[in-house]
């Protein structure tokens, strides 16, 4: 099942939370986009249900941007939220929740997981320049100079899929 972004975006945020570290929003785009990318090699299915674009500085997912964008280069202190409409006592009221990867969907948990553990040691410009290496789908993206446009999933697949078979160490498989 595919998952809006700011749900993984959640779930990266409360593992970096528990570990008492921090990470910034270049660096949370990356790591969405690489569980986006793992998880359509490993599960042959999206992990978010919203398009990865190439921009400027590389692969990403708007509704990410977008959420975070205000804390710039500093580290992120709050969760993303999700605004609903909700209907009470004849009255529609906007409530907000924090969106999450359901706990019964174990797969997606732990490729999050893993992708963490491989790559959160990374800062956000190592994790943009492991993204505009020759190769991979942001830099065979045609148009990439302009922004929005979309990266095609099946690049991003097979760049994954080629990952995988390239080096263990590199593949976060979600164990």
């Known amino acids: 099942m595919a998952y809006i972004a700011k749900a993984v975006a959640n779930e990266f945020l409360h593992l970096v939370k528990d570990e008492g570290r921090s990470v ?16 359509w090699a490993l ?11 190439a921009w400027k500085y590389g ?7 977008h959420e975070f964008k205000a804390f710039g280069n500093d580290p992120i202190d709050s969760f993303a939220t999700e605004w609903t409409p909700v ?13 999450r990867i359901p706990e019964c969907d174990d797969f997606p948990l732990r490729l999050v997981r893993r992708v963490w553990e491989v790559y959160g040691q990374y800062t956000a410009i190592q994790l943009s320049q492991m993204t505009h290496e020759p190769g991979t789908p942001w830099a065979e993206t ?5 922004k929005g446009t979309p990266i095609d999933d099946g690049l991003i ?6 990952l995988a078979g390239r080096n263990d160490r590199e593949r976060p498989a979600a164990t």
């Open 24 to 39: 910034t929003p270049m660096q949370l785009l990356k790591l969405a986009y690489f569980a986006y990318g793992w998880h």
């Open 87 to 99: 209907h009470k006592g004849g009255k529609f009221i906007i409530q907000s929740q924090e969106p």
């Open 59 to 65: 692969p990403v997912i708007p509704s990410i941007y």
């Open 142 to 146: 045609p148009n990439r100079e302009v």
């Open 43 to 53: 599960a042959d299915a999206r992990l978010i249900n919203e398009r990865v674009q």
């Open 157 to 162: 697949k097979a760049y994954f899929l080629q």
